[in-house]
């Protein structure tokens, strides 16, 4: 069963870290282009950041670069976001997500496999 699971998330003062981690199963994430997106309430979801298979990477958000980190480690089937300087406007449900096209994209049905999510939240 292919499966994506996210972990990582949690409630974090300003100014605060937090890494998030995406697992697969059921397939390999070496050829797979991994993205994490992220939907605040009454909000859309939006892409935040993307990772191909050879590593390079892609930040769509410009609030975020600079404060986050993507990275992988295929020998664990996994993806991680590393969340710096954590601002309450980071606040929302991070998910990831995988795509066999090969490319970053910034819209979410290009996208075959999707976790169920965890929760952001930056408050003090």
């Known amino acids: 069963q292919v499966q994506l699971v996210e972990s990582g998330g949690g409630l974090v003062q300003p100014g605060g870290s937090l890494r998030l981690s995406c697992v697969a199963s059921g397939f390999t994430l070496d050829y797979y282009t991994i993205a994490w997106f992220r939907q605040a309430p009454g909000k859309e979801r939006e892409g935040v950041s993307c990772?191909?298979?050879?590593?390079?990477?892609?930040y769509w958000v410009n609030s975020v670069k600079g404060r986050f980190t993507i990275s992988r480690d295929n020998s664990k089937n996994t993806v991680y976001l590393q969340m710096n300087s954590l601002k309450p406007e980071d606040t929302a449900v991070y998910y990831c997500a995988a795509s066999s096209r090969g490319l970053c994209y910034p819209q979410s049905y290009k996208y075959n496999y999707w976790g169920q999510g965890t929760q952001v939240t930056v408050s003090s």
């Open positions: 990772i191909i298979s050879s590593s390079a990477t892609t």
